[in-house]
């Protein structure tokens, strides 16, 4: 079974006001780590830190980007940090609506 020497995979990240996609072209056994490296992503993106980035493929977080070796045609996506804790945001909207709803009653 011949496997091609090179592999072809996107890579992409998002903030609120400017989305990038970068298709590329690598070699066979590229990780993802590799492959965002070799995007040059970063330098259209200031401030964005790629050491210990969380990343995932097609929406699912990867926990160990370094050692994921990528297949032809997956997407490499490269996720901001979260700026609020998702509970902690539950919690907050939750109390808000329960204040909300207390003071329709009277």
């Known amino acids: 079974m011949d496997r091609p020497d090179t592999i072809a995979v996107e890579v992409v990240y998002a903030l609120a006001d400017k989305q990038k ?8 056994g590229t990780t993802m780590r590799e492959a965002v490296e ?10 964005l830190e790629l ?7 097609f929406g699912k977080a990867v926990a160990r980007p370094e ?7 997956e997407r490499v996506e ?3 940090p979260l700026i609020a804790d998702p509970k902690e945001a539950r919690k907050q909207r939750a109390a808000k609506l329960s204040r909300a709803r207390a003071g329709e009653g009277g």
């Open 78 to 80: 490269i996720y901001r």
């Open 67 to 73: 050692e994921r070796v990528l297949k032809d045609g």
């Open 21 to 28: 996609l970068l298709r590329l072209s690598v070699p066979y």
């Open 38 to 47: 070799r995007s040059g992503i970063a330098s259209l993106f200031p401030g």
């Open 51 to 57: 050491d210990g980035a969380p990343m995932g493929i």
